[in-house]
């Protein structure tokens, strides 16, 4: 029976499983630090790797998830957030050399979205569009049933769509991206900006000797559900660009489902009713919608170790 | 021999053509005028594929190619502008049923898109973005050669995305769509408003009793190649929002070739200095821009056409 094996390469864990191609559970699963600011990583990998090899010894493809950015093409790391050591590394061969076995790498956000194609949320959808909003906005894209992977292997970096060339700054550096508008940091930033202008809110601004310094999107969503105005406001907001942005993307991919993971989308409504009006109100033809599902993801944290799965299995053909 | 027969039904001609599978010249072609707004426009469609019909009798496939919104799925026309007749109407199942002939439709951007990776400027290329830029902007989207279409067959309306949510007004009643900067018609739009504004240009706003009531963006065009400034801004402003535009596109699909044809396209320098200036000032990873071809497109008018062909083929696998 040809195994997979699968690891995602997460900022804090590394989670590697097996899998025997007709079952969801895994035959065998281990987690260990990530520990990705100290040499040795790739020691590690292959370390975990093996704690769940099966019994049997036969194992048909490795599938690995990490952060981005990462060439899915080569298998190569670019410039993971927090490594120095794994800069333009080898990853994915270096696996396959040591095993080998055939080897599939790619990013942390394609493969959820793969994964809720597979396993998840999308099941039995063709044309699929995931979204993470979290610290960040990932995506994931799938056509007629094909991820969505792009000459360089960066496709699908709907996170980074200039939704206002004049908005504000993105964690990536560029001006005006979906992310700086509806990510968690975002919403926090916005808040950051109006307390600034003297906007009075239950929300105060860090204090910088105190307890206050760090406020999140969680924070504000508490305050959001006290019935406070600026961090309702900050929310319908965010709901808002993601709606301006996802009219976009409709236009271009036209898929039947849309499908959003990560921490900020789990406050519901308070995000998703500015969401579903600015929608409706920038789709510029009604068919879009005919049909569409809009919904939330259902693997949580399995979705990156069952998306690297899903991504072997998708390139040996399984 | 299996014969291919290709209609593209334009604004103001139906075009047909018959072709061998290994020639790029047709067999047999036949050009008439479209009359959209007369009854009989499926006569006049049936008619001109009688005329271009081999001597042999056999026809693999025959391909349509028309103006959307249509859905290339059921070969349904939803709404063709200025053709009351032919709203929701069943296109191909009735030259199908004509002919006993498989019959493809899709829109006329979509399909110069396919024709330009299958003959023209991005032969070669697997992931294709193919812009018509004219008095509307139009684009085709090729991913790991097969033809973007979505779920509502929908897909690839890239110049409906939004660029700036308070931007002007675009021809479809939707604000800040790319179209409504870099079009044509936004080019005239940007100069009348800034005429208003009294801006001092070779360029006169309408006399509504003289000959000047239609400025087209070919005058705009004349009047920066005698260095009127307004006239450069203009056309720089259109370059600099294409460039925004593709930029998140590039994000998207991260594509090998980004063709570009229609007329408006046409003046070079005037428009793509600023486009690729903007492009590279908002590309948010270098590697996008690697080995990454920026043409014209080569087919001109018989994108149409050979878009069709290339349609019925890819659907019979030929």
Redesign the interface.
Known sequence: MPTIIAVDIGGTQMRAASYAPDRIKPIKQKKIPTLASTPGGLGRLLHVIEEVWPSDGSVAAIGLGSPG?LDPHTGYL?APPNNPEWHNFPLAPNVEKHFGVKTYLDNDANLAGLAEYRFGAGRGH??VLYFTVSTGIGSG?I??D?L???????????G???????GPL?S???NG?LEAFSSGPAIVKYVLGELESGTRSILHRPDKGGRDVNMTARDVAEAAHQGDELAIRAYQRAGE?LG??V???L??????IVIFGGGVSQVGNLLFDSFHESLKK?V??P??L???VITNAKLGDDAGLLGARALAEMQINL
Not at 148 to 158: C, D, P, R, T
Not at 160 to 166: C, E, G, K, Q, V
């Open positions: 950015p670019l063709h044309d894209v056509i007629r094909r969505l992977q792009g000459y360089h292997g960066l496709a699908a970096e709907l980074h769509s200039i939704i206002d060339p004049n993105c990536c550096g560029f991206h660009y301006i942005g009219a976009s993307f236009h271009a991919f036209d898929p039947s920038r510029f033809h068919r879009y005919e049909g569409l």
